[in-house]
C-alpha cells in the first residue's frame, strides 16, 4: 500500500474535516433557524430589494428608508441567492448553503495560519480547526443568513495574507490586495476597521511603510463608501413615513435609530459617563472570560457565578499566557495586532455579547491554550521525575491533577455543551413558525396593502406577506448594563409610540417575542395587558400567535394620535402607570 507523504496528509484530513462539518451542518437543518435572530431577517429583506433594483433599502419600514445600519456586501451577496430563486422561503437554503462556504473558508484559512505557528505545526492546529468546527457557537453561526461567519473568513484571509505581504521588501501589488481584502471586511462588517488598523500596524512595526502605503491604496475604495454610509446614518431624516406630532415620540425616535444608526442608538443608551465606565467594564470582563465560556458553558455558566467566573478567568488567562509565549519564541503575527484592536472596538460596543464577537479568534484561543498547556505540564512533569523538595513535587501533581480536570470538564462540556439546544432551536422555531404562517395568511388575504403591522419580528411579516412592519420598540442597552429599573419603567412607558407614529392598524403578538430581550418578561406582560380588550382579528390554531386590530387604541374623538395617557389608560391597564 502506497504511503501518503506526510505534507499531505494533513490537508487530507481537513478535507475529510470540512465534509463531516457539513453533513453535521446540514443534519442540524439551518434553515429552520431563521427568524431566531432580528439580523438574518433584515440581511434578507434587503437583499430582496436589491435583487429587484430597488437599492439598498429597509422595505419592512414605511417609506424604504436606506439601509444605513449594516454595511452592503452581505446583503448584495444575498441578493443572487434571491436572483437565482426569488421564491420564499424555499430560497433560504441556498442563503444557508453561502454561509457554509465563508465557513469553509474560514476553517481553511485557520488551518493555514496555525500551521505556521511556532509550537503548533500540522497536526495539532487540525486538531484545532476540528474543534472550530463543531464548536456549537461556530456551528449556530454557520447555519444563519447573518454576516458573522463570512467577516471571520475575510478577516482571517487578511491577517494571512497580509503576514507575507506585510514585509519591507515585499511587492505592492500583494500588499494592495490584502488591502482590498481587509477592505471588504470592513463592508461586511463596520468592526472590519479593526482589521485594517491592525494590519496597517503589523506594516508600521516591521517598517514595512511602502508596502503600508500600498495597502491603504487597497482599503481606500472599500473605506470610502463606509464613511460615507455612517454619515448617512447621522442626518436627521430617514425617510421613514411617520404621522406629524408623533414622528418625534421617544419610543418611536429610540427604535428608528436602532432600525438605521448605531451611532445614534448608542449615544441614547449610553447617555453619560456613569453608564459608560460601568459598559465598559463589563464588556472587558466579558472579553476576558469569553475564552474560557467557550469550553466551559454552559456546564459551569461562566458569568453567573463567583467560582464558575474564577475558573473561566483562569483559562483566559493561559490561553492569552500561550499567545504571548508563542509570539515572543516567534514574531508578532497580524492576527495578534488585529486581536489588540477588536477588543478596544468592541469594548466600546454597548452590546454585551463577546462569545459572539469573539468568535473570529477562536482558533487563535485554542492555539494559546495548546502552547500554555505544553509549557504547563512539561515544567509540572520535569519536577516530578525530579528528585527536587517534596512540596515541589506535590505542588507539580497538583498542576497536572488541575490541567487533567479542567481538560475533564472542557471535553464534557464540549461534547454536550449547547448541542441539546442547537437541535432544540429548529424544533421550536418550526413550530412557531408554523403557528405564524397561519396568521401571515390571514394578514395577505384580509388585510390592505397599505395597512402597517406592529410585530416583534417584524422583517419576516414583510417576506411572507409583503405589508409593512415595525417592532414594537427597541429597548435602550442601558438597562443591560445599569439594571436600572427607572430605565425599563421608561421604556415600557412608550410601548405603544411607534405604533401611533407609523398608524398601525394590526399588532401581532407571538409566545416568541423578546425571547432574545433582558427585559423579554416584562414586554410581553406590558403587551398582553395593552391588547387586552381589543378585538383580535386572527390567532394561530394553538393560540400561540395572534393578531389584534389596534386601530382604535391611537384615535381620540377628533381622530388625532394620542401619545399620552390614553395609550396606558384605565379601559387599557384598569388604571393609571405606575412604577414598578
Request: hydrophobic share 50%; proline share 6%; aromatic share 12%.
Amino acid at each position: 500500500m502506497m504511503r501518503v507523504p506526510k505534507p499531505v496528509a494533513p490537508w487530507i484530513c481537513l478535507g475529510a474535516t470540512l465534509v463531516l462539518f457539513l453533513l453535521y451542518l446540514a443534519w442540524l437543518h439551518p434553515t429552520t433557524w431563521f427568524g431566531a435572530y432580528r439580523d438574518d431577517t433584515a440581511y434578507f429583506s434587503s437583499a430582496k430589494c436589491l435583487a429587484e433594483g430597488r437599492g439598498y433599502v429597509i422595505p419592512n419600514l414605511p417609506g424604504d428608508p436606506p439601509q444605513t445600519k449594516y454595511p452592503v456586501l452581505y446583503p448584495w451577496l444575498l441578493s443572487w441567492v434571491w436572483k437565482w430563486n426569488p421564491s420564499f422561503p424555499s430560497n433560504l437554503e441556498r442563503g444557508v448553503c453561502l454561509t457554509a462556504l465563508f465557513s469553509c473558508w474560514f476553517l481553511v484559512a485557520a488551518f493555514q495560519l496555525l500551521r505556521k505557528l511556532h509550537g503548533v505545526g500540522d497536526w495539532p492546529a487540525l486538531v484545532i480547526v476540528f474543534l472550530c468546527a463543531f464548536d456549537s457557537q461556530f456551528l449556530l453561526f454557520s447555519g444563519f443568513l447573518m454576516s458573522d461567519v463570512p467577516f471571520m473568513a475575510l478577516a482571517l484571509a487578511s491577517a494571512l495574507a497580509a503576514d507575507n505581504a506585510m514585509r519591507a521588501g515585499s511587492r505592492f501589488a500583494p500588499a494592495a490586495l490584502v488591502g482590498a481584502l481587509a477592505g471588504s471586511s470592513v463592508m461586511m462588517r463596520s468592526v472590519g476597521v479593526a482589521v485594517v488598523a491592525g494590519i496597517l500596524a503589523a506594516a508600521l512595526f516591521r517598517r514595512a511603510f511602502l508596502q503600508a502605503g500600498a495597502f491603504c491604496l487597497g482599503t481606500a475604495p472599500f473605506i470610502g463608501p463606509g464613511v460615507w454610509a455612517v454619515c448617512r446614518s447621522l442626518m436627521d431624516n430617514h425617510g421613514v413615513s411617520a404621522s406629524g406630532v408623533a414622528s418625534t415620540l421617544p419610543g418611536w425616535q429610540q427604535t428608528l435609530f436602532y432600525s438605521t444608526s448605531y451611532l445614534k442608538m448608542w449615544r441614547l443608551s449610553v447617555p453619560n459617563l456613569q453608564v459608560f465606565w460601568v459598559m465598559l467594564r463589563a464588556n472587558l470582563e466579558a472579553a476576558i472570560l469569553a475564552p474560557g465560556a467557550y469550553w466551559l458553558s454552559p456546564t459551569l455558566n461562566i458569568g453567573e457565578t463567583l467560582a464558575a467566573n474564577t475558573l473561566g478567568a483562569l483559562v483566559g488567562a493561559f490561553s492569552l499566557a500561550g499567545i504571548v509565549r508563542q509570539a515572543r519564541r516567534q514574531e508578532w503575527k497580524p492576527l495578534h495586532y488585529i486581536l489588540a484592536f477588536y477588543v478596544a472596538v468592541i469594548g466600546l460596543w454597548n452590546y454585551s455579547i463577546m462569545w459572539r464577537l469573539l468568535l473570529l479568534f477562536l482558533p487563535l484561543f485554542l492555539a494559546g491554550l495548546w502552547v500554555e498547556a505544553k509549557h504547563l505540564t512539561g515544567l509540572a512533569l520535569t519536577k516530578l521525575r525530579s528528585a527536587g523538595p517534596v512540596p515541589e513535587r506535590l505542588l507539580a501533581a497538583a498542576m497536572v491533577a488541575g490541567l487533567g480536570t479542567l481538560t475533564g470538564i472542557a471535553s464534557w462540556n464540549y461534547a454536550i455543551g449547547h448541542r441539546p439546544e442547537l437541535r432544540a432551536l429548529g424544533r421550536e422555531q418550526s413550530l412557531i413558525n408554523r403557528e405564524k404562517l397561519q396568521v401571515y395568511e390571514w394578514i395577505r388575504q384580509q388585510s390592505a396593502p397599505g395597512d402597517v403591522i406592529v410585530a416583534y419580528r417584524d422583517a419576516p411579516v414583510y417576506l411572507y406577506t409583503g405589508r409593512k412592519a415595525v417592532m414594537p420598540i427597541a429597548f435602550s442597552t442601558e438597562y443591560i448594563y445599569t439594571h436600572d429599573h427607572r430605565v425599563l419603567d421608561r421604556d415600557l412607558a412608550h410601548m405603544t409610540d411607534v405604533a401611533c407614529a407609523v398608524g398601525a392598524r394590526y399588532w401581532l403578538t407571538s409566545e416568541d417575542d423578546f425571547n432574545k430581550e433582558s427585559q423579554g418578561a416584562e414586554a410581553r406582560e406590558r403587551v398582553a395587558r395593552l391588547m387586552s380588550g381589543l378585538p383580535e382579528v386572527s390567532r394561530s390554531q394553538a393560540g400561540r400567535v395572534r393578531l389584534y386590530d389596534v386601530s382604535s387604541l391611537f384615535q381620540s374623538p377628533r381622530g388625532t394620535c394620542l401619545p399620552g395617557s390614553r395609550q396606558l389608560g384605565e379601559n387599557t391597564l384598569g388604571g393609571p402607570e405606575t412604577s414598578k
